[in-house]
T-cell receptor
Framework: NAGVMQNPRHLVRRRGQEARLRCSPM?????VYWYRQLPEEGLKFMVY????????ESGMPKERFSAEFPKEGPSILRIQQVVRGDSAAYFC??????????????FGEGSWLTVV | KNQVEQSPQSLIILEGKNCTLQ??????????LRWYKQDTGRGPVSLTI?????NTKSNGRYTATLDADTKQSSLHITASQLSDSASYIC????????????FGSGTRLLVRP
């Protein structure tokens, strides 16, 4: 049973370009989460999605960032017009239910974005 | 404000020794507390999960404790191994949004031979 798969693992973008990060949840998981880890900081919640629905995007910057989890295919985190401050590790996680009551939430290996 | 604080920030121990990591939180209403291990450049891996009614949970050489009254948790590592070198992160969820994990900054553990 493959874990949470993220790609690319490393991505370099120039300021102003777009970054697309992909996440395939574990088999049978319909709940996907994105977290961001800035250098020397803890992970911060960005967005929670179920198939075709955004449940909670309260942690996502209002501009330039968007996320989707289509009926078919991986979840996508899209960052438009990247700036140096977007340089971070972006982690995707998944769970079979909504993570309540102590259900395990599994993380991918992360996508490291560097903006130059 | 919901926060998770960990101590110490970093720790060096000799292989074979035990250690205890601390976590204090102000998350309310409390739902559950998790400990994750994160190797450098990798994603977090779940070690333990505890809900309000649990005060201890073990996973091999890892034992987590929870005191929901004082809002404190600890992670005890027994007979440390070189592969235990990693960051250990305390993660708490609130009842009204238990899918939203609130991460501490972690304790960076280095096990030396």
């Amino acid at each position: 049973n493959a874990g949470v798969m993220q790609n690319p693992r490393h991505l370099v973008r120039r300021r102003g370009q777009e970054a697309r990060l992909r996440c395939s949840p574990m088999k049978g998981h319909s709940h996907v989460y994105w977290y961001r880890q800035l250098p020397e900081e803890g992970l911060k919640f960005m967005v929670y999605l179920q198939k075709e629905n955004i449940i909670d995007e309260s942690g996502m910057p209002k501009e330039r960032f968007s996320a989707e989890f289509p009926k078919e295919g991986p979840s996508i985190l899209r960052i438009q017009q990247v700036v140096r401050g977007d340089s971070a590790a972006y982690f995707c996680a998944s769970s079979p239910t909504d993570g309540a009551s102590g259900n395990t939430i599994y993380f991918g290996e992360g996508s490291w974005l560097t903006v130059v | 404000k919901n926060q998770v604080e960990q101590s110490p920030q970093s720790l060096i121990i000799l292989e074979g020794k035990n250690c205890t990591l601390q976590c204090n939180y102000t998350v309310s209403p409390f739902s559950n507390l998790r400990w994750y291990k994160q190797d450098t450049g990798r994603g977090p891996v779940s070690l333990t999960i505890m809900t309000f009614s649990e005060n201890t949970k073990s996973n091999g050489r890892y034992t987590a404790t929870l005191d929901a009254d004082t809002k404190q948790s600890s992670l005890h590592i027994t007979a440390s191994q070189l592969s235990d070198s990693a960051s250990y992160i305390c993660v708490v969820s609130a009842m009204d949004s238990s899918y939203k994990l609130i991460f501490g900054s972690g304790t960076r553990l280095l096990v030396r031979p």
